[in-house]
């Protein structure tokens, strides 16, 4: 194939942000991703299929068949797992990636995230760690992801978020019922009520039309597209360039070197199954964390016998996510208006400044539960089938209210992605194995985080309460997957340098989640998409200077 001057894996928020920066300043791209290019029209209002991870399949891949991973429980049991398995951890596989069908919250993570072993010191056990970068690094590239992608919401109610320059694009989506009921009770209790910052379009903005509030938001694809990722934002502008070539159901092997040590290309299997290998002068690696971890574990040579940028055993390791804390409230009156996308308020003032614990999370409302989704949220003496059962979803479908939010946790080394021995995917490629145990400080945050968002709606009015707060010790490394090759200075406790750039290849860089050093108690996208501004903007600065050669 004709040389390029880029390869990027992973067509998803960091490599979509990535191909158009790289193609926009003139250099040619070629953008891999293993899945399918997905419209709407493709992807019905299925409310079994489509939840993200489901039995009955996962509606934006990948497929069950030819995918599975290994996951070893914390009793060392190992258990083959495919996509549509809870344990499998699976993120979306398609053009825009997880962004195709999130529910798009899209934070700033707070300046104290980015310094989480510096204001809180190291529990006994984990890999807590300051990130080598900090918010004021970020904080332009943020602003550039809000309005490049477009952000609608409103801070101005909080005073916890980090100094911004200009406010969000877009104003909020008007108020639902649900936030009319808890934005007073928050006040009562001292608490800072706002609207969430959203990646949907509440007015028409760069050519597309605004959010029609349907109850299918997150787990679906958006039928009017004003819900806001790179499958319809970035990808589309590096396509436009003449720069970029989109090649989508295209796995990629491994990343080739040369003799010095130096990327030389990729090797993929393309849509047909035919092992190709595409020469580029750098390559970018953004599959999300795990398989990105998976993928530079695959690429094995003489001077990498252990897989790239593994020199000292890093890659994979520091695997975290979030859990998922809160409560739910029952009433006595109709708390549900039916008026997508259901999730509308927040509040951040736990995110940190809790004597005795490292962080906290953001607290708000959920988005709009199809009865598939309320079976675990129903009070805890419900039958689980029949009469009962029924009179219990419609005395309470319509009369609840769900209050969470994204725990910090607290990341572990031992928490990790490493290939498994004997199981492969339908290449022929070494699985992922998923192992190792969530520090257990996460779960005293959950449980606080629990307790709290209860007397939130305690204060609202609720009749009756149940908390959830997290349970077992099982990596929770879906949607929000990330630490997998972290940035960091030292080579011995990180993959890539603040730029992202593997510590032992010049050449090669991962712009994805895996870099996160902690995962604040944020939703990441946001964060996922600022960096992949910020490690844009530092390779090109090198580019132009020397083309990443010797």
Not at 28 to 45: A, H, M, N, Q
Not at 522 to 534: Q, R, S, V
Request: with cysteine; aromatic share 8%.
């Amino acid at each position: 194939m004709k040389r390029v001057n880029a390869v990027v894996i992973g067509a998803g928020a960091g490599g979509g942000i990535v191909a158009k920066e790289l193609s926009m300043a003139g250099l040619s791209v070629v953008l891999l991703e293993r899945g399918k290019w997905y419209t709407p029209y493709d992807c019905r209002k299925d409310d079994l299929r489509n939840q993200r991870t489901a039995v009955l399949g996962n509606a934006f891949g990948p497929e069950d068949h030819g995918n599975p991973r290994v996951w070893v429980d914390p009793a060392g049991a190992e258990h083959i797992a495919l996509p549509s398995d809870g344990i499998y951890q699976n993120n979306a596989a398609c053009v825009g990636g997880g962004t195709f069908s999130y529910g798009a919250m899209a934070w700033r993570y707070l300046p104290q995230d980015f310094r989480m072993k510096s204001t809180y010191g190291r529990p006994e056990g984990s890999s807590l760690e300051d990130w080598p970068i900090g918010y004021d690094d970020l904080e332009p590239f943020y602003e550039k992801a809000e309005y490049e992608i477009g952000i609608s919401g409103d801070y101005s109610g909080t005073p916890f978020h980090g100094p911004r320059r200009r406010p969000l694009p877009m104003p909020p989506l008007p108020p639902n019922r649900e936030f009319e009921i808890l934005e007073p009770a928050a006040k009562r209790l001292g608490l800072h009520p706002f609207h969430i910052p959203m990646a949907r379009n509440a007015v028409p903005y760069n050519g597309r039309g605004s959010c029609m509030r349907c109850r299918w938001c997150v787990g679906f694809a958006c039928e009017v597209d004003a819900k806001n990722g790179s499958q319809n934002t970035v990808i589309p502008t590096a396509l436009s360039t003449g720069n970029c070539e989109l090649r989508t159901k295209c796995m990629v092997k491994e990343i080739l070197t040369d003799n010095g040590g130096s990327a030389r290309g990729v090797a993929y299997f393309d849509a047909d199954g035919h092992l190709q290998e595409q020469p580029s002068d750098i390559v970018v690696v953004s599959a999300c964390a795990i398989e990105s971890a998976r993928l530079l574990l695959n690429s094995k040579s003489r001077l990498f016998p252990n897989g790239m940028g593994n020199r000292y055993d890093q890659v994979g390791r520091n695997l975290q996510g979030h859990h998922y804390t809160g409560a739910v409230g029952y009433f006595d009156f109709d708390t549900y208006d039916d008026i997508g996308p259901g999730a509308s308020i927040a509040v951040t003032d736990y995110n940190h400044g809790t004597p005795g614990l490292c962080g906290g999370g953001l607290l708000a409302n959920e988005f709009i539960r199809l009865p598939i989704q309320m079976i675990d949220r129903m009070p805890s003496d419900t039958p689980r089938w029949g009469l009962g059962h029924k009179r219990a979803m419609r005395d309470f479908y319509k009369r609840n209210i769900v209050v969470m939010g994204p725990t910090q946790q607290i990341p572990a080394a031992d928490a990790r992605v490493t290939l498994d021995s004997t199981v492969r995917d339908k290449w022929g490629l070494p699985v992922a194995r998923i192992s190792g145990n969530v520090h257990p400080h996460t779960f005293e945050i959950g449980k606080k985080q629990a307790d709290r968002a209860a007397a939130w709606l305690k204060e609202t009015g609720a009749v009756s309460i149940s908390r959830f707060a997290g349970k077992g010790v099982l990596v929770s490394a879906g949607q929000h997957q990330a630490g997998t090759c972290r940035m960091g200075d030292d080579p011995r406790s990180s993959v890539v340098n603040k730029q992202c750039q593997i510590h032992d290849v010049d050449n090669v860089f991962v712009i994805d989640s895996s870099v996160h050093v902690t995962n604040g108690g944020f939703n990441p996208a946001l964060t996922i998409m600022a960096i992949a501004y910020y490690a844009s903007e530092a390779l090109l600065r090198n580019w132009k200077g020397t083309q990443f050669r010797s």
